[in-house]
């Protein structure tokens, strides 16, 4: 006799731990604040529909469904959004960081080249034109290539005008 | 007589009172925002988070738990932590290329540096004739 502890959702909702009960493979009785979380943001019955999963990909569902639950209770207004707001603008930073070194890269390699004419003023003006045809013509360094998979959705919650400021880098 | 309910309402067939939580964030419009919310969260969580925040920010809320909630019908495995987990590996790739260009460019300046040394030491060597 003396079954299994009920899982921490069992024990927070006061029901019975079944033995087939979907939460307890993911909501350990040692960890109440995890399902805590999550039922306070999407309730229990939404976590058991939105874990009508494949039972291999459950794990990664619940993991994430924390993650949002956590981000919404540390920020109510903005939650995960904030987050990849913020992450966004690291992107867009770095982005310009890269840009700039690979220029300076440029200069440096053309002023190690040997200069045919260089004398010639024309020459001069020519070479530095050069330069800025690489610094302008295009911002992002060849190399780099981001996926622009999120920037679908962001396009189309944009034209919502949802948030009302630019979060496309 | 129009019906003048709000998505909410309508999608929870009841009646649209005039203070209603709902009305001013899911607008009749565009039912679709309020279905995928209620889908995730369900009414009166929606209601809970929207009822604890000021009025002049709640529309900014409603807007994230739709995109969140729009995340996660698109991707019921992850949501918008995908998103999230993207992110953080374009930066990581961002500060490794940043790191590679950077120590390109110290070598570069260094050679660039013992280079032109090198030029102004055989610019001012002393004629060998001179000694002869």
Redesign the interface.
């Known amino acids: 006799m003396g079954g299994n502890p009920p899982c921490a959702s069992c024990k927070l909702l006061r029901r019975r731990c079944a033995q087939d009960c979907v939460f307890a493979p993911y909501f350990p009785s040692d960890d109440p604040h995890k399902f805590a979380i999550v039922h306070?943001?999407?309730?229990a019955?939404?976590i058991s529909k939105?874990l009508q999963?494949p039972l291999h990909?459950r794990v990664?569902?619940v993991?994430?469904?924390v993650?949002?639950a956590n981000a919404?209770a540390r920020d109510?207004?903005?939650?995960?959004?904030?987050?990849?707001s913020y992450?966004?603008n690291?992107?867009s930073q770095?982005?310009m960081?890269?840009a700039v070194?690979?220029a300076?890269?440029l200069c440096?390699?053309m002023?190690?080249e040997p200069a045919p004419i260089a004398t010639n003023p024309i020459m001069l003006e020519a070479q530095d034109d050069k330069s800025s045809f690489f610094l302008h013509q295009n911002n992002l360094?060849q190399?780099?290539s981001?996926?622009s998979?999120?920037n679908v959705?962001f396009d189309s919650?944009k034209k919502e005008s949802?948030?009302g400021q630019d979060m496309i880098s | 007589m129009t019906s003048t309910r709000c998505a909410a309402c309508k999608h929870l067939r009841r009646r649209c009172p005039p203070d209603c939580i709902f009305s001013p964030y899911f607008p009749s419009d565009n039912p679709q925002r309020f279905a995928y919310v209620h889908r995730i969260y369900g009414a009166s969580n929606i209601a809970k988070i929207l009822q604890d925040l000021p009025v002049h920010i709640r529309g900014e809320a409603a807007d994230s738990l739709y995109y969140e909630a729009h995340c996660r019908m698109k991707d019921p495995i992850h949501g918008c932590v995908g998103i999230i987990t993207l992110l953080h590996q374009q930066i990581y790739n961002a500060q490794t290329q940043l790191s590679k260009i950077q120590a390109e460019i110290a070598v570069l300046s260094a050679k660039a540096q013992t280079e032109s040394h090198y030029q102004h030491q055989v610019e001012h060597v002393p004629n060998v004739d001179e000694n002869f």
Not at chain 1, 40 to 43: H, I, L, Q, S, T
Request: charge should be negative; hydrophobic fraction near 45%.
């Open positions: 306070k943001v999407f309730g019955s939404n939105m999963l990909q990664d569902a993991s994430s469904l993650y949002e919404r109510p207004v903005y939650g995960c959004v904030g987050v990849i992450l966004q690291q992107v770095l982005q960081e890269l070194a690979q300076e890269t440096i390699q002023q190690q360094p190399f780099l981001f996926s998979s999120n959705i919650f949802i948030f």
